[in-house]
């Protein structure tokens, strides 16, 4: 085997971490991941880790030595910090990117102003909410950072809950809640030149956490490639560097609304693993490491299963099939809601 020369400092050590981890040990590149935690399923496989806050500047230094371009798996890794290693060394993608993207309201706008349409929104403190829209209700109040899988998100039916809620000081964007008829995700992975994108994912959502995506989508082929050109316009107009996830919901009437941007590979991928050429974790290496990317091309029908807290004891002494894989991310703590694994069907 060839020697490792080049080395990949990724940001974030969860499973996004690991399965990227393992794709660039498939094509020989070395990684070094910098995580805070040390129930992270990423250092397992890597080359080197170190397990520290994301603030430690010292740490950060010794990091960026001894890699030659750094990534991350996840949005919420401090802004701050990836500035900083962005001055010393290449970042992909860029981090003025997740500058929009850790901000609902940022995203939101960024997407109206380029042409994209999203849920109707207002954001919270630039409103006199006696005087709030009553279209918007029945709506969810989302905080504007740090908010995923649902977190930092309140339900309201209508108008008179929403007046007598007393909310923390945070910021905030009021959201329209769609009854749609299906939520689907495009992956798309750009480099300097070019992009290649997965047909769309069909999502299912309970309680605001992904349970299950499946391949092809039940959509039309019209919606499809409407789909996809919307994610290349963001990625293009974001000077995308890596793999990104649009999430979409169909309204009733057949329109697209985008939901949100992940500026990263995401767990709707999780199926291409087994069921195409080419994973979406591959094609984000390939990216910012500059190797050519893969088109994708799927081989078989599939559907991917989250496993959630203590579900995933029942999976480990479960058998499975030739036509299912079965993924333990190996997190020592078992956490209600936490992703502990997944399953994916092939078909
Ligand atoms: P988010 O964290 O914003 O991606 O929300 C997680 C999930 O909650 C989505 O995938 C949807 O299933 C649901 N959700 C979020 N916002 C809305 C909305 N405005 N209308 C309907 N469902 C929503």
Redesign the pocket.
């Known amino acids: 085997m060839k020697k490792k020369t080049f080395t990949l400092g990724i940001f974030g050590g969860g499973q996004l971490g690991k399965f990227l981890v393992e794709s660039a040990n498939k094509l020989n590149i070395r990684t070094f991941v910098f995580t805070d935690s040390a129930d992270s399923p990423a250092i397992y496989y890597c080359d080197d880790f170190i397990i520290s806050s994301y603030k430690d500047k010292k740490k950060l230094d010794f990091f960026i030595k001894n890699i030659d371009l750094a990534t991350f798996e996840f949005e919420n890794i401090p802004f701050k910090t990836l500035d900083y290693v962005e001055k010393k060394i290449n970042v992909s993608p860029n981090p003025s990117i997740i500058k929009t993207l850790q901000d609902?309201l940022k995203e939101k706008t960024f997407l109206n102003s380029i042409g994209i349409k999203t849920?109707k929104f207002y954001y919270l403190k630039k409103i006199n909410k006696k005087k709030l829209d009553n279209n918007i209700f029945p709506?969810?109040v989302?905080t504007i950072r740090l908010?995923?899988?649902?977190?930092g998100?309140v339900f309201f039916k209508n108008k008179i809950d929403f007046l007598k809620y007393s909310f923390k000081n945070k910021e905030y964007i009021i959201?329209?809640?769609?009854?749609?008829k299906k939520?689907i995700s495009i992956i798309i992975s750009r480099d300097k030149s070019k992009s290649v994108s997965f047909d769309a994912f069909e999502?299912l959502?309970k309680n605001?956490?992904?349970q299950k995506s499946q391949v092809p989508a039940n959509i039309s082929a019209k919606l499809n490639v409407e789909a996809k050109k919307i994610a290349k316009k963001i990625a293009d107009k974001l000077n995308y560097i890596g793999t990104m996830c649009v999430?979409f919901?169909i309204t009733k009437d057949n329109k697209l609304l985008v939901?949100?941007i992940a500026p990263r590979v995401h767990n709707s991928g999780h199926l291409t693993i087994n069921a195409h050429n080419v994973s979406q974790f591959e094609n984000h290496i390939r990216a910012v490491c500059n190797l050519k990317l893969k088109k994708p091309n799927r081989f078989h029908r599939a559907i991917m299963y989250n496993i959630l807290g203590n579900d995933i004891k029942k999976y480990r002494s479960k058998e499975t099939t030739k036509n299912e894989f079965f993924y333990d991310y190996g997190k020592k703590e078992i956490k209600n809601k936490r992703k502990m694994g997944h399953l994916t069907k092939i078909f």
């Open positions: 609902r849920t709506a969810l989302k908010g995923y899988d649902g977190k998100q959201e329209k809640l769609i009854n749609f939520e999502n959502h605001q956490i992904l999430e919901f939901n949100e």
